[in-house]
């Protein structure tokens, strides 16, 4: 079934346009996935969250300052109010290399209106993003899923970094392939050990077979970061072990090419960039 398959394509490696080809234009932007559909990349991927009437958005932050017009938390605003916003010209005031004056007035983009214009050409990498600000998020979230058919057509991942929304989203339909994120930092007050910032799975210096195990009761894979404060956090060994017990890998948000490379020397199965461009020329 294409479901069978999705999960036999995450053996290979993947190409994860993070917020879209969000080096190259406006995060979370129909310009910047775009961008990333026409290069070929494996996976767009979102983050989604919840306006005060209940319409799921396409938008990073908690805060709506930094990549538009306004100011507040987005989970205050409706849809409409939110349309009034112009999500683009701060990207060009930022990268005046890559400014385009098409960016301008751009509008927040809905999880309705990039499923409805990609369809089933496209495959989704879907965050649920700070669940305890956005109640009815996975309600609406794989209602949406389901209207637009992909699930068992094998176009979507849910991921999140609280083990309880990936649940949530399960009990609502099993048939969804979920994937764990973490974020590894080394803790100072245990010299130097590292820790686990979301409860979810020891550091990867402490973790076993058992850890990694109960995350692939429910998980079909895991998301992590790699450097923190200058210091790598995993390593090729962190990637075996996942994998041996039927995790693929996927580290965010990798940008650079020379990390590119060492990543997949180290054998990571997928990695989250803002430039799919340096990704897909590396692995060409
Ligand atoms: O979803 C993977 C990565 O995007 C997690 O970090 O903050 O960019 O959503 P963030
Ligand atoms: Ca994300």
């Not at 069978?4 to 995450?10: G, M, T």
């Not at 209940?54 to 300052?65: A, L, M, P, Q």
């Not at 649920?128 to 637009?148: I, M, R």
């Amino acid at each position: 079934s294409p479901l069978e398959q999705q999960i036999k394509d995450l053996q290979s490696f993947q190409v994860i346009a993070h917020r879209g080809a969000s080096g190259h234009a406006p995060e979370s932007t129909m310009a910047a996935y775009e961008l990333a559909h026409e290069w070929g990349v494996d996976y767009l991927e979102l983050d989604a969250q919840i306006t005060s009437d209940g319409e799921v958005v396409v938008f990073h932050d908690d805060t709506i300052g930094r990549t538009s017009d306004g100011e507040g938390e987005i989970n205050d605003y409706t849809l409409e109010e939110l349309k009034a916003l112009d999500t683009g010209t701060w990207f060009n005031e930022q990268n005046p290399d890559s400014a385009d004056t098409a960016f301008e007035g751009t509008q927040i983009l809905t999880l309705d209106e990039l499923l409805e214009h990609f369809g089933h050409d496209a495959r989704y990498y879907i965050e649920t993003k700070s669940p305890q600000l956005n109640p009815g998020l996975e309600e609406a979230l794989v209602a949406l899923l389901e209207e637009h058919d992909l699930i068992e057509s094998g176009r979507v991942l849910v991921q999140s970094f609280e083990q309880d929304s990936l649940l949530k989203v399960h009990e609502l339909n099993e048939n969804i392939p979920l994937i764990q994120l973490v974020w590894y930092y080394p803790n100072e007050e245990e010299n130097g050990r590292l820790v686990e910032w979301t409860d979810v799975t020891p550091g990867p210096e402490e973790i076993t077979d058992e850890d990694f195990q109960a995350v692939a009761d429910y998980a079909v894979g895991l998301g992590t970061n790699f450097i923190y404060e200058g210091e790598e956090v995993i390593d090729g060994d962190f990637i075996r072990q996942a994998n041996d017990n039927g995790l693929p890998v996927h580290v965010y948000t990798i940008n650079e090419a020379d990390e590119m490379e060492r990543l997949m020397e180290m054998g990571v199965n997928g990695l989250f960039t803002n430039y799919p461009d340096r990704l897909l020329e590396l692995i060409e």
